[in-house]
């Protein structure tokens, strides 16, 4: 379409900028791959390939990554369990109490994370076993991701069609549970599938929250991987991030294929 | 209902616990912010900071949305996700990517080096951080951009080319006003990232101070709580205010995170 007006260098300009921002985005990656799997970082390749330093990892942090999972999933179940409810109801109401009550949830997301992980330890810090327990570090990420999931399933139940398809099935005679059932979460099954794995991504890479929350022996995969770049060589550090990708990545991949079905399927 | 309780109980009473706290300590800890020289040029530092990687992540952010939604190539599509996929990192990997391309082992020191003129490392400056917030926030305007470029109207554009208007006419009289509502919406999640960013600035250990870090510092290193808690308030505030203000401006629920 551009061909016509060849004249015009714009094509060129972007294509340089979009090159450019290309190689800047790709090129730690793949350094840190390497980085992962060479025997010595300084000498390059020709130190020959190794996957010692994987297999160090894994014995030092293996278990930040099962946690870091654990606590993503419950996460994304808990928040989806209490905001899908809060989402409906905040979509139904037109008092000014549920919209202070919206802009109010709002804020967990705009306040640094540093703050809010300052405020829960400066209140809840003194119950010793809460403290130092991974629940510590959930409830962070409830308060944290829970405003996502109202914000996305509330605008999915406000959507007026479903109003309006909801008051037919109620004038048919259908009850709360019955058009619950057959109406409303079929409805915004897309909405809530999306929203919970914006939650698991986002509590799987939280680190300002955490970084407060967490203990010695409460620890997640950010943390253990700030931990082992402060402390480690850098190819050990190089090596867990490669963890990361592997297994966080095709996670997260396969997840987002599950969503994206769910919305061909039911999707409007 | 359980997310009142929730929502209360573990986020509103704490953070009007820590909004409380630096009363204890008199009421100027409040404003501590202003009349501390350390900290006013802390918050300085990290506005800067966060104004100019806002600015160039939007020039370069419309630049590729702009390219990817327009050229459809092969292998677009693995590229768009490939550019997209740093969204999901956390914060410290992206300080570990900046030590491995500027640290004193870094590639930069390498090519340098090779070139004559000694190790170079950026990582620990103010260079280093500005790479690094321009890492995680490109991801995130890229993707909004070739989403909000694939709906621009091509025949305005081709309007205003037939009547003769010049390229940078193009930019200033079509583009922008078309994607006005898009740029207001990223600036202000870009901008409140960037303020709010802890984990890289951390994994960096940078000479160059930033709040986060000199709350984070004052509550670990001094046990300063009043004092970390006073200068999370003005964090929050800075943050809250202006995505507040890009909420009413552009009217829609995409300025959330």
């Known amino acids: 379409m551009a061909q016509r007006h060849s004249p015009h260098r714009f094509p060129v300009t972007l294509a340089l900028l979009t090159a450019l921002v290309t190689l800047f985005m790709l090129t730690p990656m793949v350094l840190s791959i390497t980085a992962g799997l060479v025997n010595n970082y300084s000498q390059g390749l020709v130190s020959g390939l190794t996957t010692r330093w994987l297999e160090q990892v894994w014995e030092g942090y293996g278990d930040t990554v099962l946690w870091s999972l654990a606590i993503a999933s419950s996460c994304a179940l808990i928040t989806t369990i209490v905001g899908v409810p809060c989402a409906y109801a905040l979509a139904r109401t037109r008092s000014r109490w549920a919209r202070l009550f919206e802009e109010l949830l709002i804020l967990p997301v705009a306040v640094p994370g540093l703050a809010t992980g300052l405020a829960l330890i400066l209140v809840y810090g003194q119950f010793r076993s809460f403290r130092q327990s991974f629940l510590f570090i959930l409830v962070g990420h409830v308060v944290f991701t829970l405003p996502f999931v109202v914000r996305t399933v509330s605008s999915a139940f406000a959507n007026r069609e479903l109003v309006a398809i909801e008051e037919a099935a109620r004038t048919l005679g259908a009850g709360f549970s019955r058009r619950l059932l057959g109406v409303l979460i079929p409805a915004v099954m897309p909405a809530i599938i999306a929203s919970a794995l914006m939650v698991f991504t986002l509590s799987v890479g939280e680190f300002n929250l955490t970084w407060m929350l967490h203990t010695p022996l409460t620890r997640t995969l950010p943390v253990g991987l700030a931990d082992s770049y402060a402390s480690m060589r850098i190819e050990v550090g190089s090596a867990y991030t490669l963890i990361f990708f592997i297994v966080v990545l095709p996670l997260l991949w396969g997840l987002q294929v599950i969503a994206n079905e769910v919305q061909k399927r039911y999707g409007t | ?257």
């Not at chain 2, 929502?7 to 509103?12: G, I, M, Q």
């Not at chain 2, 490109?138 to 081709?158: F, G, Q, S, V």
């Not at chain 2, 984070?216 to 006073?230: P, V």
């Open chain 2, 1 to 257: 209902m359980p997310v009142v309780v929730i929502f209360f109980a573990c986020w509103l009473l704490p953070m009007a616990w820590l909004v409380a706290l630096p009363a204890q300590k008199g009421w100027e800890t409040y404003f501590a912010i202003f009349t501390h020289p350390r900290y006013w040029l802390s918050l300085l530092n990290t506005v800067w900071l966060s104004l100019l990687v806002t600015v160039l992540t939007l020039v370069l952010g419309s630049a590729v949305g702009i390219f990817l939604a327009r050229h459809k190539f092969a292998g677009r599509g693995i590229l768009l996700s490939l550019l997209t996929l740093p969204l999901s990192f956390p914060g410290v990997i992206i300080g570990f990517f900046m030590i491995l391309l500027g640290g004193r082992q870094g590639l930069i020191a390498d090519l340098s080096e090779a070139l004559g003129a000694g190790r170079l490392t950026l990582a620990y400056g103010f260079l280093g951080l500005f790479l690094a917030y321009l890492y995680f926030s490109l991801p995130r305007a890229i993707a909004t951009y070739t989403a909000a470029a694939e709906k621009m109207d091509l025949a305005l554009e081709e309007a205003a080319r037939s009547l003769g208007a010049t390229r940078y006419a193009i930019v200033r009289d079509v583009w922008l006003p078309e994607l006005a509502p898009t740029t207001l919406a990223c600036a202000a999640i870009v901008f409140a990232t960037s303020m709010g960013a802890f984990g890289t600035a951390f994994t960096l250990a940078t000479k160059f101070e930033v709040l986060p870090i000199t709350i984070y510092s004052e509550f670990t290193n001094y046990a300063n709580f009043a004092l970390a808690a006073s200068l999370s308030i003005a964090l929050g505030l800075v943050t809250w205010v202006v995505m507040y203000v890009a909420r009413r401006y552009s009217g829609s629920a995409t300025v959330l995170g």
